[in-house]
């Protein structure tokens, strides 16, 4: 019996997921800790042994974890996002993040920057 497009797609990218996985050294636990995923749905992803399709929002976590967007992960060669993996990370031009803390760290932050 062979596997249906779609279903070959899928197992395709858990290969791939869990190839980069391991290639950050990161663990099931790690993963699933850093993904915010169940670690129930990461060992699926990780080992296959079942015919479970991945949902998009998990996709999409696993994307985000790896440094990734889901067009990439999908659409790329493994061997071109090991590559990527080695790279030294680029900032992506946006909005400077958020600064942690409550409103006292906050303040104290401004203050300090300022003459």
Do not use: Y
Not at 66 to 95: C, D, K, N, Q, Y
Not at 104 to 115: D, E, I, M, N, S
């Amino acid at each position: 019996m062979t596997d249906s497009p779609s279903q070959a797609n899928t197992n395709d990218l858990a290969a791939k997921i869990a190839r980069l996985v391991e290639e950050r050294g990161w663990n099931q636990s790690d993963f699933a800790r850093i993904t915010n995923l169940n670690l129930q749905t990461i060992r699926q992803i990780l080992v296959p042994t079942s015919d479970r399709r991945l949902r998009n929002a998990t996709i999409g976590a696993c994307a985000r974890a790896l440094g990734l967007t889901v067009s990439e992960l999908r659409t790329l060669p493994l061997e071109r996002l090991l590559v990527r993996m080695h790279e030294p990370r680029r900032r992506r031009p946006g909005p400077a993040p958020p600064l942690r803390g409550g409103h006292a760290t906050r303040t104290a932050r401004l203050a300090g920057a300022q003459p």
